[in-house]
């Protein structure tokens, strides 16, 4: 008789913890819904507090480059296409602005601190301008940036490639005016000559 | 005599349609890639495939001397997020010019044997699926090369 009763208990004890595995992965979802980039209502917080350690050797924060626009890129040395397009396209935006580019500050962040050393990144920068300063950092240091900026970088891991990974990243190069506020995106799209028409309006707005 | 003549035409005419048969109906323009920057391990190499055939024909691999490996890749934006990914093969369409070129399609060189400097040339081959192998020479365009609006005689 105590046997039955307790065989009896075992399905609904199974049920109401289904229940409530099912209501905590219904809140989280919810919660992390909320929490997650995916929500677009509310105008994105890009930039913030960093610190990395500079292709000229020096230590520098988001406070070193105020005064100047800030444009602000997140790749790596190993990548063969997108970046050197990218830093392409801003060195050529520079040139358009002749001697207005000593207002801009162009920021190439490294998101594989593990190969780009300060040196690696110095050269590899120096290819494309000397305008362009390269920062690097502990995975640590990288990643608190990268969450400052919203910037999403991961290894992708293919056999053939250098060290076995190439690393997926946030496509776009972000515009910080010269009180460090975000003012604009630079999409993969965007032609050199816009954005030295972007940055020569607000360099026109801040003088 | 006229055995002779019929038999010098006969290795005339199997000569030329031999030759015929060994044109590759896929012709390389433009094939391109920028100079590295110092320490680079890899490179993206591009150019324009014109199918001058009938058919379909498909780029399945690639090889370079100045490189370990050749590999044919695509870089894809996703929602904001650059992403490279290999590719197994392409499409050639008669027609329609398959283009590689920075932000999309290209060969990635991967265990680069020394630098590219500009204006420096190597070959590329390039094996079709129906094609067969055809070889290309590359131009080594400077670091910041955006590709055929940058090379002379182009215009986009």
Known sequence: ?207 | MLRMISLIGLIAVSSVSLAIAQTPSIEVQHAWARATPAGAKTAALYMTLVNKGPTADRLLSAATPVAGKAELHTTIDSNGVMQMRPVAALDVQPGTPTVLKPGGYHLMLMGLKGPLAEGQHFTVALTFEKAGTVEATVEVEKVGAMGPDSMPGMKM
């Open chain 1, 1 to 207: 008789m105590k046997q039955e009763r307790e065989h009896r208990f075992v399905p609904v004890a199974s049920a109401l913890c289904l229940l409530g595995i099912l209501v905590a992965v219904m809140w989280w979802a919810e919660a992390s819904q909320f929490r997650g980039p995916a929500s677009s209502t509310r105008l994105p917080a890009i930039g913030g507090a960093f610190t990395l350690t500079s292709t000229h050797g020096t230590t520098v924060t988001e406070q070193s480059y105020r005064g100047k626009i800030q444009l602000v890129y997140f790749g790596y040395t190993y990548c063969p296409d997108a970046c050197p397009t990218m830093l392409n396209k801003i060195a050529s935006a520079l040139d358009e602005l002749g001697p207005l580019a000593a207002r801009v500050q162009p920021l190439f962040i490294s998101i594989d601190p593990q190969r780009d050393t300060p040196e690696v990144l110095a050269q590899y920068v120096e290819s494309f301008s000397s305008r362009i300063v390269g920062l690097t950092g502990t995975p640590a240091q990288i990643a608190a940036a990268a969450k400052a900026f919203g910037v999403y970088y991961a290894p992708y891991e293919i056999a053939d490639a250098p060290d076995g990974y190439l690393m997926d990243h946030t496509s776009a190069a972000f515009v910080m005016n010269v009180d460090d506020y975000f003012v604009a995106t630079f999409t993969p799209d965007t032609p050199a000559a816009q954005m030295a028409a972007r940055l020569r309006t607000l360099i026109a707005q801040s003088s």
